[in-house]
């Protein structure tokens, strides 16, 4: 039996998990929420279910994330946001959040396994599968999820850090997709070092996160994520999705009093 955590349970990739998860009646689940409310509107009946367990709570609480990823096999962080907000810290927030709870474990029981990072990333931060790409369209949706992918890139720094107390770094995990859109999983994931498919759906990516969180014999820390069978179709649904995405997030790049003024006017 194996047990995860799953911080930012109700995101689109987070409920994935959990109801790919509870499909196994020999796994368990802890699930982080910093409210409760949401999570039994998605979920009716998940406080009386015995393979879950929930903690509520400020993610700034360093004592309650280690009771959450405590004796778990893997934490999968998938707080996240599509929107590009400038000053945007949620990705750093997670990291800080998770490191310290490390710390937390390690000071209870310094020989008590850790449990492996699964972090939520994008290809728009990794070289090897971006490199594909032309660089007009990558050059366009680097900038359009411009505050997004700082924060993913500065996340990411935080957890190669050499911990203080010179104690062995954590084992995490970097699961980079390509454009994620609404749906279930579409066909069999792949992880892979060098290719990705353009399209998936959160489905789809909370699959390569489980399967990151689950092999052991992994042998890379930054994988895309590649369906068997090829790319989602791009259907004009889908392609007015990212199309809105794009030109949301490029006007919070450039001219962010647009979106501001829009927001506060309930047009965006």
């Not at 109700?10 to 409760?36: E, W």
């Not at 367990?53 to 405590?70: E, V």
């Not at 090897?128 to 050059?139: A, D, F, G, R, T």
Request: aromatic share 8%; proline share 5%; with cysteine.
């Amino acid at each position: 039996m194996s047990t995860f955590a799953i911080l930012g349970a109700t995101g689109a990739t987070g409920q994935q998990i959990v109801k790919f998860l509870l499909r196994n009646p020999d796994d368990s689940v802890h699930l982080y929420v910093r409210n409760t409310k949401k999570l039994f509107a998605l979920f009716p009946g998940i406080e009386s279910n015995n393979q879950a367990r929930i903690f509520q709570g400020s993610m700034n609480d360093a004592n309650l994330i280690a009771s959450c990823i405590a004796s778990t096999r893997a934490v999968f962080a998938v707080l996240a946001s599509n929107d590009n907000i400038p000053g945007m810290t949620i990705a750093v927030d997670s990291a800080v959040a998770v490191l310290s709870a490390m710390t937390v474990l390690r000071e209870n029981d310094k020989s008590a396994p850790l449990p492996r990072v699964v972090v939520l990333s994008s290809v728009t931060v990794n070289p090897l599968l971006y490199k594909s790409e032309p660089k007009i369209i990558h050059w366009i949706v680097n900038h359009a999820f411009w505050h997004v992918y700082r924060d993913l890139e500065n996340a990411e720094k935080l957890y190669a850090e050499i911990p203080e107390d010179g104690s062995p770094k954590p084992d995490v995990r970097f699961v980079h997709p390509g454009a994620i859109v609404e749906g279930n999983c579409s066909g069999s994931v792949i992880l892979s070092q060098q290719s990705h498919s353009a399209v998936v759906s959160y489905g789809d990516v909370a699959r390569a996160m489980v399967q990151a969180g689950e092999d052991a014999d992994l042998k890379w820390n930054n994988v895309g994520v590649l369906i068997d069978g090829g790319d989602l179709s791009f259907t004009p649904g889908i392609a007015v999705e990212i199309a809105g995405r794009l030109v949301e997030g490029l006007l919070w790049t450039f001219v962010p009093w647009i979106p501001r003024v829009a927001r506060r006017l309930s047009i965006l």
